[in-house]
């Protein structure tokens, strides 16, 4: 068994036709070992026929010892089941489809504003633009109380 495979018991089976389902995989797998649990993850559903049952062209099996897994991933890779090529290997957790902290927005995250955002007067919004036009605003402002001192003077 290869390292880091230890502890693993389900198996992912994949390129399994449409006329298969639950019953004819716990068939054919069960000559492995003692098996748990099949899954065959449906696929999404036509609303206007309810009855009709799709999968998406794999499943999961998961044995009740890791070395009854490994038997079925080295007998029943790349082997047929009713016509069509089977690839069966370890099962993947799945990655990415869940944020780390749940459904909150990534801007929520005190580490990612620091890193991310500016502040607002350098950051070309609105508030951004007003305070620029206001500081220029001023600068000509006081300008003009310059040249009109000057003036005064004269």
């Known amino acids: 068994m290869e390292e880091g495979t230890k502890g693993k018991k389900t ?3 994949g390129g399994i036709g449409d ?3 639950e019953t004819v995989i716990y068939e054919h797998f069960a000559a492995f070992g ?3 649990e099949v899954q065959l993850p449906p696929a999404p559903t036509n609303p206007s026929q309810p009855t009709e049952f799709k999968h998406r062209g794999f499943a999961f099996v ?3 010892s890791p070395a009854d897994a490994q038997d079925a991933i080295d007998n029943m890779d790349l082997n047929e ?6 690839k069966v290997n370890q099962a993947k957790a799945m990655k990415g489809l869940q944020p780390p902290d749940g459904n909150r927005a990534i801007w929520e995250s005190e580490e990612w504003l620091q ?3 500016k502040p607002l007067a350098q950051s070309g919004g609105v508030q951004g633009r007003t ?3 206001g500081s220029s605003a ?8 310059a040249e009109d001192a000057d003036a005064m003077e004269e």
């Open 131 to 133: 305070a620029q036009q």
């Open 19 to 21: 006329d298969v389902d």
């Open 138 to 145: 001023e600068k000509d402002e006081e300008q003009t109380n």
């Open 81 to 86: 089941l009713r016509g069509r090529v089977l």
């Open 62 to 64: 998961t044995y009740s």
């Open 34 to 36: 003692d098996i748990i």
């Open 11 to 13: 198996i992912f089976i």
């Open 115 to 117: 890193q991310h955002a």
